[in-house]
């Protein structure tokens, strides 16, 4: 049975010291919650500290990108090994502010995801439409097109290491939010191409998050649909009480 897995991504917030600070309250709030695998991608500076603040609880720590090359001339970038060193578990890859501010493409997208299952790192894989896809009528195309390409010769046990996360992109961080159908039915058809590309049983117990302002007011209904299985979070997921609250829902 697949995971439901609830996922903060901080973006570029946090310092080191608040990062442990967060962690330490955070730990408490939601010890023994099972039902969902908590995990918090953070800044790479706060990674080292983060991992160690969340030793011996049920919290795991993430990356927000990794370079597809194992070292050389990459100015600014980090590897997966560099990650896997100090303790990183997972990793976030082709999130859309990475795509709309960095210039990744589907293909950057498929190299990163490679390279870090390769070195041994749980995948979330972002993607979604943009607001004029949508309004277009041409989301299932988009997000089709895009699980294809960025999945393009990930095995299939590769797969198990991946988690999708569905994004439209005019729901991160604006307020607005998919209703609990449109998440529903577009984390369907990922999870069909996903069925197409590696048969059912592998699209059974792939898990598929909804991102794009879930917070602890709408993710109960979001996270009760059926092809909804579980978050990618940014803004709640800078406070305790919020993201303990998103935790709880995926617990009820
Ligand atoms: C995100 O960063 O992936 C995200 C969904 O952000 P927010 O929850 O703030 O919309």
Known sequence: MRRTVIAGNWKMNMTPSEAKKFITELAPMVKGLDKCDIVLCVPYVDIAVACEAAK???IHIGAENVHFAESGAYTGEVSAKMLTEIGTEYVIVGHSERRQYFGETDTTVNQRTKAALAAGLKVILCLGEVKDER????????VAMQTKLDLAGITA?????????YEPVWAIG??????PEQADETCGVIRSVVRDLYGAEAAEEITIQYGGSMNDANARELLSKPNVDGGLIGGASLKTDKFTSIVLAANA
């Open 56 to 58: 011996g609880t049920n």
């Open 135 to 142: 309004l277009a009528g041409i989301t299932d195309e988009v």
């Open 157 to 165: 046990e590769q797969l198990k290491n991946v988690i999708i996360a």
């Open 174 to 179: 604006t307020g607005l939010t998919a209703t």
